[in-house]
């Protein structure tokens, strides 16, 4: 069976630091997908980052970057400079390939809090 | 520009009623989802669809039904409320496979008294 498991129920970073959010899975599946999202008080759910299980480089996107381990079966996501508005709750999730047409399964979250 | 919208925001209903929310997307897309949300659990499946005429059962079903008669509208009925459905409702929409994220609704809050 598949599982995501976020160990961190909540973090705290000094604003302009960096924080590392932990990700692990477990898969049988070869071919699959990690995905972040970010939800903020306000509820909605926005997506940050995409790994595939055959992506060489790590994923970037602008402030975000995911810290791909195969071996270990991890996928950590990393803030630069974290900034007020990072302040949110994170979820990690991933897609197998036997489930190609887009279901996700989700860790439980890490609440991060940005401190001034 | 497209979307995914819900319907209700927020409802309140009473225990053994029956409910239906509404989802509705203009992103053209054919597979559909709903979650709900609760403490500790995070975002958990309850059915999804991969086009019109399609249904499956996700990891919660139970107590859960869906229809879907046209690509834009997933609605999902509560036969009979239960207050364990007490919960944050999350619709979503994505392509099929490969990298595709998936867009997520803005969420309907239910509680049931």
């Known amino acids: 069976a598949q599982k995501i498991t976020q160990t961190q129920p909540g973090m705290f970073v000094q604003e302009k630091e960096a924080v590392t959010l932990d990700c692990t899975y477990d898969t049988s599946d070869q071919s699959y997908g990690l995905f972040w999202y970010k939800q903020p008080s306000s509820g909605e759910m926005i997506f940050l980052i995409y790994q595939g299980s055959y992506d060489e480089q790590n994923a970037t996107e602008g402030r975000y970057s995911l810290n791909f381990q195969k071996a270990r079966k991890s996928a950590n996501l990393v803030i630069s400079a974290s900034q007020l508005g990072d302040s949110a709750m994170y979820f990690c999730?991933?897609?197998?390939?036997?489930?190609?047409?887009?279901?996700?399964?989700f860790g439980q979250g890490t609440t991060l809090q940005v401190k001034p | 520009d497209a979307e995914i919208t819900q319907s209700p925001r927020h409802k309140i209903t009473e225990t053994g009623r029956q409910v239906t929310l509404a989802c509705h997307q203009t992103w053209n897309h054919n597979n559909m989802f709903w979650y709900r949300q609760d403490l500790g659990h995070g975002l958990r499946l309850i059915h999804y669809s991969y086009g019109v005429q399609d249904t499956n059962k996700g990891e919660v079903s139970d107590g859960y039904s869906v229809s879907r008669s046209n690509t834009e509208d997933l609605p999902l009925t509560l036969e009979s409320a239960a207050s364990s459905q007490t919960s944050v409702y999350f619709c979503?929409?994505?392509?099929?496979?490969?990298?595709?994220?998936?867009?997520f609704g803005p969420g309907t809050r239910l509680t049931v008294l």
């Open positions: 999730a991933m897609r197998g390939s036997s489930s190609n047409t887009g279901k996700l399964i």
């Open positions: 979503a929409s994505s392509l099929a496979g490969g990298p595709s994220e998936q867009f």
